[in-house]
């Protein structure tokens, strides 16, 4: 069948070294959407920081954010999420101040983070009290440290979480989301809503948050950039995100279709 589809992962994969679509890609994309081809971003990123690079690329899509747990029109409207259990949300902090993690948490009051410098686009973390007093919806949480050990360690404890995905998008971080808010599952969902076969999508990844679309999807182009576990699941592997390898590639699909 031929593609329908095409989806990508954002940091290592659509963005270039200097986190923004270059005019190549953008313009790749361009011809993709003229050629009838749509476009889902899957990314750990939130609404906020991901939707405006794709605007100021020229581009329009939908979203799947934060490893899985929101899925947004280009418009920006929440179709559908899937957050924490509140109690795994909990616990879930509680390891990561234990090994002295900073983190943000995503929920759907907004973002809230320990590191605004780190974080930006965040608002500063209240006192965990008055914070869990306001019943947020977690979506997303993002544990980052410089520290390896530390990491390891809080990574082997969320791990054993029933219900929680533990995944991460560098070796600095960590990125917890519910068991079933995973970027595969998710995108699985959309393509159903679309109404278009897992095999007429093509998907581009680089990290290991991007092993369940890997899964999910047969036609899977891992980056030169990506981490050895998606290499072994790639269908192939293409030139890396600092030779514009998605616009190589879409170029060389667009002339096969």
Known sequence: MAIQLLISDLDGTL?????????????????????????LVTTGRAWGT??????????????????????????????????LQPATARHAVAVLRRYDLGFEINTDAGDFTTDTE????????????AFWDGQPQVRKIFAFSRNPDAL??????????PDATVTASADWNLEV??????????ARW??????????????????????????AFVHTRDMGNAATPLQALAEQVIEPNTEDGVAREIERLLMKQ
């Open 118 to 129: 780190l974080c930006p686009t965040a608002q500063p973390l209240p006192r965990l009290a």
């Open 190 to 215: 959309v393509t159903q809503r679309y109404g278009i076969a897992p095999d007429q999508a093509l998907v581009f990844g680089d990290g290991c948050n991007d092993l369940s679309l890997f899964r």
């Open 152 to 161: 390891a360690r809080a990574k082997q404890m969320l791990q054993s979480l």
């Open 50 to 83: 991901a939707a405006p690079l794709l605007q100021q690329a020229g581009a329009s899509c939908d979203f799947v954010l934060l490893n899985g747990a929101e899925y947004r029109t280009a418009q920006g409207e929440l179709v559908r999420a899937v957050p």
């Open 177 to 186: 989301t519910a068991r079933d808010a995973q970027k595969g599952t998710m």
């Open 15 to 39: 963005l270039g070294p200097e986190s923004v679509i270059i005019p190549g890609t953008a313009a790749a994309l361009e011809q993709a959407r003229q050629a009838g081809l749509r476009l």
